[in-house]
């Protein structure tokens, strides 16, 4: 079936294009056969019109059919953007964009906020971490996807957005008033950690936008003048993005002229990329770690095998991600977009990392509680049920050292038994149900385990590294 719908499609794409080579009077000779091929596809056109049975919109045959061009490829990383989904990508990667500063994830069909931004319209107005999103200017958000929400907040500077939310802490619906705004996207954050009469910069950054070059330089020198001793660069769960970015935040890190990858083009071709800076590299002689798990891709395995390949830091953590393609997106006259893998890009010592990654010097995995994603649950469950929800509590309750007999999601004695020491330990009140408080505070716990950097093992043991090598 799914041979047969990319077929479809990619017949459906060259019917379109054929049409708009007969609108220009072109026409192409099939090598085979001699016949014109405009004259093939026009015929087909017609019969598709005539005969099909199902939607004969143009404009949906047309997207249906260049998507099926990209999937035949067999690359996730080349894809078709609609006009929408274009401006969402690169609003994405933007220096600011327009909102209302608010992160939200999906769970059990529901949209949870994870945290507003601080200072947003949406901190303002009084959103809170685990709010359930109900509806937003009177239309429910239950049945669509994550896109469709993202398209109802969306809008103009200074318009205005009525938003209802479950507080499942509170019992109640509770209606906020906010306005949108011009939101700062910033992807580089940076502290000073002090250990042992050392003081270690840890960098983290989240992906790399239009201005995360300008970002780094700036965290980087004012922590150059504080006296760093070591760098921590942590890109942990990062995405990727911009070449140009990685390659500026490369710069400050290595002399000029140093080969930090290669790109290759389909027939080929090799180009050497160096790094190029119009001041001394302020950081090439501070003693460096990286910090990569099986998130960090793309841009962020650029970085990773630069300063691997040039013995200019160690790499702790995980295997990364494994994408060793550049896409180049092509604008379409539908408004769409046309993203395209046109490059493979090799390490400096010519490796291609594609679906093998970046292996860490030094693997570090970590804790099980550290590890766990942050869930946003509901409902009420008891003795006897059976879900994922009860196999999330059971994971959370096992790696706090309770007394687990299963983590299978079925909730029996041993769960019961756990969750009533839990609650009293947490003076939540007697009982041992499942139920939003439950949860609520099962959260909370995992958070505060993940921001103690204590409980990081990765991270510490970076700084250990960096600690040892500073006391040669």
Same mark, same amino acid.
């Given at each position: 079936?799914?041979?047969?719908?990319?077929?479809?499609?990619?017949?459906?794409?060259?019917?379109?294009?054929?049409?708009?080579?007969?609108?220009?009077?072109?026409?192409?000779?099939?090598?085979?056969?001699?016949?014109?091929?405009?004259?093939?596809?026009?015929?087909?056109?017609?019969?598709?019109?005539? %005969?099909? =049975?199902?939607? +004969?919109?143009?404009?949906? &045959? !047309?997207?249906?059919?260049?998507?099926?061009?990209?999937?035949? $490829?067999?690359?996730?990383?080349?894809?078709?953007?609609?006009?929408?989904?274009?401006?969402?990508?690169?609003?994405?990667?933007?220096?600011?964009?327009?909102?209302?500063?608010?992160?939200?994830?999906?769970?059990?069909?529901?949209?949870?906020?994870?945290?507003?931004?601080?200072?947003?319209?949406?901190?303002?107005?009084?959103?809170?971490?685990?709010?359930?999103?109900?509806?937003?200017?009177? %239309?429910? =958000?239950?049945? +669509?996807?994550?896109?469709? &929400? !993202?398209?109802?907040?969306?809008?103009?500077?200074?318009?205005? $957005?009525?938003?209802?939310?479950?507080?499942?802490?509170?019992?109640?619906?509770?209606?906020?008033?906010?306005?949108?705004?011009?939101?700062?996207?910033?992807?580089?954050?940076?502290?000073?950690?002090?250990?042992?009469?050392?003081?270690?910069?840890?960098?983290?950054?989240?992906?790399?936008?239009?201005?995360?070059?300008?970002?780094?330089?700036?965290?980087?020198?004012?922590?150059?003048?504080?006296?760093?001793?070591?760098?921590?660069?942590?890109?942990?769960?990062?995405?990727?993005?911009?070449?140009?970015?990685?390659?500026?935040?490369?710069?400050?890190?290595?002399?000029?002229?140093?080969?930090?990858?290669?790109?290759?083009?389909?027939?080929?071709?090799?180009?050497?990329?160096?790094?190029?800076?119009?001041?001394?590299?302020?950081?090439?002689?501070?003693?460096?770690?990286?910090?990569?798990?099986?998130?960090?891709?793309?841009?962020?395995?650029?970085?990773?095998?630069?300063?691997?390949?040039?013995?200019?830091?160690?790499?702790?953590?995980?295997?990364?991600?494994?994408?060793?393609?550049?896409?180049?997106?092509?604008?379409?006259?539908?408004?769409?977009?046309?993203?395209?893998?046109?490059?493979?890009?090799?390490?400096?010592?010519?490796?291609?990392?594609?679906?093998?990654?970046?292996?860490?010097?030094?693997?570090?995995?970590?804790?099980?509680?550290?590890?766990?994603?942050?869930?946003?649950?509901?409902?009420?469950?008891?003795?006897?049920?059976?879900?994922?929800?009860?196999?999330?509590?059971?994971?959370?309750?096992?790696?706090?050292?309770?007394?687990?007999?299963?983590?299978?999601?079925?909730?029996?004695?041993?769960?019961?038994?756990?969750?009533?020491?839990?609650?009293?330990?947490?003076?939540?009140?007697?009982?041992?149900?499942?139920?939003?408080?439950?949860?609520?505070?099962?959260?909370?716990?995992?958070?505060?385990?993940?921001?103690?950097?204590?409980?990081?093992?990765?991270?510490?043991?970076?700084?250990?590294?960096?600690?040892?090598?500073?006391?040669?």
């Amino acid at each position: 079936m799914r041979k047969s719908r990319i077929f479809l499609y990619v017949l459906l794409f060259i019917v379109m294009l054929g049409i708009v080579y007969l609108l220009f009077g072109k026409s192409t000779k099939s090598v085979e056969s001699g016949v014109s091929t405009s004259q093939v596809i026009d015929e087909a056109f017609q019969l598709i019109k005539k %005969e099909a =049975v199902f939607s +004969k919109n143009e404009k949906l &045959l !047309v997207e249906g059919a260049i998507r099926g061009m990209t999937e035949a $490829l067999e690359d996730p990383h080349s894809t078709y953007l609609t006009k929408e989904e274009a401006a969402n990508q690169e609003a994405s990667l933007a220096e600011e964009r327009v909102g209302i500063g608010v992160e939200i994830m999906q769970s059990a069909g529901k949209f949870i906020v994870v945290a507003p931004l601080k200072d947003s319209p949406a901190y303002k107005a009084g959103l809170k971490s685990q709010d359930e999103i109900v509806r937003v200017n009177e %239309e429910r =958000v239950d049945g +669509k996807t994550m896109a469709e &929400l !993202v398209q109802l907040l969306s809008g103009e500077k200074g318009t205005s $957005l009525k938003m209802t939310i479950y507080r499942a802490s509170e019992n109640r619906h509770v209606e906020l008033h906010m306005k949108r705004d011009t939101i700062a996207m910033h992807t580089v954050s940076s502290e000073v950690y002090e250990v042992d009469d050392h003081a270690i910069g840890i960098v983290t950054i989240s992906l790399f936008g239009e201005k995360t070059g300008e970002e780094w330089e700036k965290q980087t020198k004012s922590l150059v003048e504080r006296g760093i001793d070591g760098l921590v660069i942590d890109v942990r769960g990062n995405p990727g993005g911009y070449l140009f970015s990685v390659s500026s935040v490369i710069g400050t890190l290595m002399k000029n002229g140093t080969t930090f990858a290669y790109m290759q083009n389909a027939k080929g071709v090799l180009e050497m990329l160096n790094t190029e800076s119009k001041e001394a590299p302020y950081l090439n002689k501070v003693p460096t770690v990286l910090l990569q798990n099986g998130g960090s891709a793309s841009a962020s395995e650029v970085l990773a095998g630069a300063l691997r390949d040039n013995n200019r830091a160690l790499i702790v953590g995980e295997t990364s991600f494994g994408k060793g393609t550049v896409q180049e997106t092509h604008p379409l006259t539908n408004g769409g977009k046309l993203k395209i893998s046109t490059h493979k890009w090799l390490t400096p010592k010519q490796e291609w990392i594609h679906h093998k990654g970046i292996e860490a010097d030094l693997k570090v995995e970590q804790e099980e509680l550290f590890a766990m994603d942050q869930k946003y649950l509901s409902g009420e469950f008891r003795m006897g049920d059976y879900g994922e929800e009860i196999k999330y509590v059971q994971q959370v309750l096992s790696a706090l050292g309770y007394n687990i007999g299963r983590e299978d999601g079925y909730f029996d004695e041993g769960t019961e038994d756990a969750i009533e020491n839990y609650r009293q330990e947490r003076s939540l009140g007697e009982g041992s149900e499942i139920n939003s408080v439950l949860f609520q505070s099962l959260t909370e716990t995992v958070a505060a385990y993940k921001t103690k950097k204590e409980n990081d093992k990765q991270l510490q043991m970076g700084i250990g590294y960096l600690i040892h090598d500073l006391s040669k």
